[in-house]
């Protein structure tokens, strides 16, 4: 009997990748056919990851040009802190995305490598971890203590549709991750959801940086970010955005492979959470 060839190399984008460098080195084996812990272990990995990446902006970056620790740099830190995970995400899922077999959003777990499958196990709780990081800072922000009682929770109409777009992507991801099916949904979702990520947030931090911290370097940045953003969204918020989430309406619900690899009623809640998030976002990403 022939001896097994060795395993081919990982793609150049794949071995070079940080985030995947660090879920390789601390946690080879999860993918999304392992257990519900190891799956569990890959995002409080990932949250540890960003949480040191949040902190590392403010001591690094913010506090040593004087930011302050109120709302302003507490705004400017999650801008920084979402262009790190995006920075991060997009090549590795974009990959994920062009090599995948069948390239269908009601696709099975049993359709895709051992190797796809693990990387797509990296990114989907990477993503899950930046939600549970950014909400509980959502939250510790909103947080008005009092002595005398428990405290109250001041949330602006901003923190609450983050937080309950943040609460509906853990839903989806969750949900297609316990199914073993849809999770090319969500990487799709995921993509074109955080592409416009790294510049949008350049655009809010220099805003915001504007009028705290003017300068004509800051006042560049923030002009051609804001340019390039309202491009971007032009093409992916008001074109591809409605398509996409037709597309996946249709594959999910309107195909026999879809119906039977996801339950309607899932499919029927995930294609409304989409195009809740899509109207969702129209009015809060406009520069």
Known sequence: MAPAAPAAPPPLLLSTSPMLKLYSTFLPQASPRSAPPAFLNQIALGVVFLTLARNLWWYLVLAPNGWAWDDDGNFALSCLTAIAFSGLLLLPLLHQLLTHPTRRPCARISDSSPRWNYVSSCVVAYCCAYMLQDGFHTLNKAYIPNPNSIGVMALTDDDVMFL????????????????????????????????????????????????????????????????????????????????????????????KRGRENVPVLVSFVWCAATFGVLHGSVPSTTP
Do not use: Q
């Open 164 to 255: 309950l777009h943040h609460a509906i992507t853990l839903a989806y991801m969750g949900t297609a991750r316990y199914l073993g099916a849809g999770h090319y949904s969500c990487m799709l979702l995921m993509f074109f959801g955080e592409v416009t990520n790294p510049i949008h947030n350049t655009f809010l931090t220099t805003e915001k940086a504007s009028l705290l911290h003017p300068g004509p370097r800051v006042e560049l940045i923030k002009l051609v970010s804001g340019k390039i953003f309202a491009l971007l969204y032009g093409v992916v918020r008001i074109a591809v955005g409605p398509l996409l989430g037709a597309w996946i309406t249709y594959d999910l619900l309107f195909t």
